[in-house]
């Protein structure tokens, strides 16, 4: 990693940044049309940190996502969701919604620690010891099961 100026630690699948003021939700309505958004679509379908913003992609793609915890709605274009430091928001003719409607802008004191789990597609935000929470598969999908050795 070339730049890492806003982050505090990075493991596997998790990224903890500085403070600063961050978007929650799916980054392209912050970064599309800009260079940051060409790195992140690089390498579509896995979880990605920069120094910049994280991303990770959703079990069903595009829709509206749910925080656990709040019932606040992200809504998802993209296929995936991410958090992303405003300072590099770049304004988007394509968004149509003020960014609190889409995801949520976070002022963040302390830290901010984005943690993917690929096998549950689901998203958790610490945000100064708060907590949020979007899983994006659906409860009710039952793990597949491989049968092939009870094949006769």
């Not at 998203?123 to 899983?135: L, Q």
């Amino acid at each position: 990693m070339d730049n890492v100026e806003n982050i505090i630690s990075m493991e596997e699948y998790s990224v903890t940044y500085k403070p600063g003021i961050y978007f929650l939700g799916d980054p392209c309505y912050v970064i599309q049309g800009t260079e940051l958004w060409d790195k992140a679509c690089e390498d579509t379908g896995e979880f990605r940190a920069f120094n910049e913003f994280a991303i990770a992609p959703t079990m069903y793609g595009d829709g509206v996502y749910y925080d656990k915890y709040s019932g606040k709605e992200f809504g998802v274009d993209s296929a995936s969701l991410g958090i992303v430091n405003l300072k590099y928001y770049h304004e988007n003719e394509n968004v149509a919604y003020p960014l609190e409607q889409l995801g949520a802008v976070i002022e963040v004191n302390e830290y901010v620690k984005f943690t993917y789990d690929p096998d549950e597609y689901s998203f958790s935000f610490e945000i100064d010891g708060a907590a949020v929470f979007i899983p994006t598969k659906d409860e009710d999908d039952e793990d597949e099961i491989d049968n092939s050795d009870n094949e006769e």
